[in-house]
């Protein structure tokens, strides 16, 4: 029987998000005796071998060489995923894309009068390809990776998680940070799927999962206000890890 071939590639990233994949040891037999990794860079030394069943990637685009990689592994796959919140938002990358010169940035970074390599502000998969489906996540849950693969062998795609943070944090019978502790948890806002693990050991939520769908992100901001947080620190939390931010309807 011939196996699917995968391609996992990362742009503007830190690579977490494939580790998130190396990190799943008890399936990864079973992943490399199912799939054929025909292009794993963070793993292997070879690139190449298209066309793709599906093409897995993660970051943001930032740069020419990104762009090119990108378009190569769009018209080689019949699936393109975006793989974690860079991938999909534009992530940390891109948070100060809204509020900073790009000059000033890079300045800061490389120094002034430095050669500087080419690069534009980092933005999410869509802006330029057409997307199958995503995983969100800085980084992903380990499980919503495996059910991927456990998908594509069946031709279909995995079901997405469509409730908030705070659903789950309710389950687990945690604390409120928001409501009882009166701290800026965004867990109302934000995409379930992680099993609310930040709250559950009393750490708020970030909201590095980015915007549920249909979040009512206007009465969270007003609960946040009500609570004496300012409007520029909440604001500044919402678009953390989804820069260009519209909580009422995710992409």
Not at 4 to 32: F, H, M, Y
């Amino acid at each position: 029987m011939n196996r699917p071939r995968l391609a996992i590639a990362g742009l503007t990233a830190c690579s977490g998000c494939q580790l998130t994949l190396l990190n799943c040891e008890e399936d990864l037999a079973e992943v490399a005796a199912r799939f054929e990794l025909v292009s794993f860079p963070l793993a292997e030394s070879i690139e190449g071998g298209e066309p793709f069943a599906a093409a897995i990637v993660e970051g943001a685009v930032s740069t020419p060489h990104d762009l090119a990689n990108l378009f190569r592994l769009r018209n080689s796959s019949r699936l393109l995923v975006a793989l974690g919140t860079c991938a999909i938002f534009g992530g940390v990358a891109a948070m100060n894309n809204v509020v900073s010169v790009r000059e000033e940035l890079v300045a800061a970074v490389y120094g002034e009068g430095k050669k500087k390599g080419e690069s534009f502000a980092p933005a999410p998969l869509e802006n330029f390809v057409s997307v199958d489906f995503s995983i969100t996540g800085c980084p992903p849950e380990k499980h919503e990776v495996i059910a991927l693969l456990s998908a594509l062998l069946s031709g279909t795609l995995p079901p997405l998680a469509t409730y908030p943070v705070c659903t789950e944090c309710r389950s687990r019978e945690n604390l409120c940070l928001l409501l009882e502790r009166k701290e800026l948890c965004l867990g109302p806002v934000i995409q379930g799927g992680c099993h609310a693990r930040c709250p559950a050991t009393g750490i708020v939520c970030e909201g590095c999962r980015g915007p549920v769908r249909e979040a009512n992100v206007a009465q969270e901001l007003e609960l946040l206000l009500e609570r004496g947080f300012g409007r520029d620190e909440v604001e500044r939390r919402l678009r953390r890890f989804r820069p260009e931010w519209n909580y009422g309807q995710r992409r």
